[in-house]
């Protein structure tokens, strides 16, 4: 029964910072800092609500996570096992390797996006047209693949990547709904529409900035992703 007795400080804690960033939150995928807890969690906003997983808070927390039929219990730590202090993780030096599970899935993660801009390019150039149901394939998978590649989160540099390979779903995703705002308001979309596209160029620059660091198997940020 005492297990099972929140901590009142570190609830309230924690409810007034998801509170904070809820207020904020006016992207599809965004992050969630918890006041005493080192790193992020994402947070997905459906239908204008945002969730967290609460098998990936528990572990964000360092807390405990059981099911048992219809009932969820949440064990937060105790004021004994808090967080390390900021000061301490500061003194820490940065881990610039990424480790090997947070690589394959940025990895995954970059192939879908890569294929996601393929079919776009590829639509354009032929004068196919682009629908939701066109997209959804790619921006579930993409979106799926950038969750786990959160959760395989374990070092500074998979932290610091993990932003940037964000960044690059948040572009794909602009310039997905962008070619589709297009259609659906029945303007006609040049062949050669995403010739020298801003967006289009970012995106690509951004792929080759993560291949590099991919390949050099370390975190660099030479502002591509930005």
Not at 74 to 97: G, H, I, K, V
Request: neutral net charge.
């Amino acid at each position: 029964m005492r297990q099972r007795l929140l901590n009142t400080s570190v609830l309230f804690a924690m409810l007034t910072s998801m509170t904070l960033v809820f207020a904020q939150a006016a992207q599809r995928n965004v992050n969630l800092f918890v006041h005493g807890f080192p790193g992020q969690m994402a947070v997905f906003q459906i239908n204008g609500r945002s969730y967290v997983d609460v098998e990936d808070l528990a572990r964000f927390i360092s807390g405990s996570v059981v099911f048992s039929g219809h009932e969820i219990t949440l064990t937060l730590p105790s004021s004994s096992q808090s967080a390390p202090a900021a000061t301490d993780r500061a003194s820490r030096p940065e881990n610039s390797a990424f480790s090997k599970e947070f690589m394959n899935a940025g990895i995954e993660e970059m192939s879908v996006i890569r294929e996601w801009r393929s079919a776009l390019v590829n639509a354009v150039q032929n004068g196919y047209a682009v629908t939701d149901a066109f997209v959804a394939g790619y921006q579930s998978q993409a979106s799926t693949n950038l969750r786990l590649a959160f959760v395989a989160i374990s070092t500074d540099a998979d932290r610091s990547a993990y932003n940037l390979l964000s960044n690059e779903f948040d572009s794909i995703q602009k310039l997905s709904n962008k070619i589709l705002a297009a259609r659906k308001n029945m303007n006609y979309v040049p062949t050669d529409a995403l010739k020298g596209d801003a967006l289009d160029q970012k995106i690509l620059n951004c792929a080759r900035s993560l291949a590099s660091m991919a390949a050099n198997g370390q975190f660099l940020d030479d502002g591509s992703c930005s």
